[in-house]
């Protein structure tokens, strides 16, 4: 069973910093692609980061400098750094995994970031 549980969400001042953390169970962690996306009240979902199970990394431009993807395959887990937070970062973040071999995408419950001004 593909588990994916996602922490380190909070409340944060414009300006500060988060981690988030995805641990990831049931699937080969270090074969497949993990991506963070992320929903703001009324939007549409979107990419914020991905990083391949080789460790190449993209990022949407929002988060470009700001952000960073990273993963630990010992662990099974990927982090998003998160740096100089606006409030047009609060949003629900959640963690998805496109999985080795079948290439399914598994979505975790989502943490909230909440970027106050």
């Known amino acids: 069973q593909v588990q994916l549980v996602e922490s380190g969400g909070g409340l944060v001042q414009a300006g500060g910093s988060l981690r988030l953390s995805c641990a990831a169970s049931?699937?080969?962690?270090?074969?497949?692609?993990m991506n963070w996306y992320r929903q703001a009240p009324g939007q549409q979902r979107e990419m914020v980061a991905g990083?391949?199970?080789?460790?190449?990394?993209n990022y949407a431009d929002s988060a470009k400098g700001r952000f960073t993807i990273s993963r630990d395959n010992g662990k099974s887990t990927v982090y998003l750094q998160m740096n100089s937070l606006k409030p047009e970062d609060t949003a629900v973040y959640y963690c998805?995994?496109?999985?080795?071999?079948?290439?399914?995408?598994?979505w975790g419950q989502g943490t909230q970031v909440t970027v106050s001004s």
């Open positions: 998805v995994a496109r999985v080795f071999p079948s290439f399914q995408y598994y």
């Open positions: 049931g699937i080969i962690f270090s074969r497949s692609a």
């Open positions: 990083i391949t199970s080789s460790g190449s990394t």
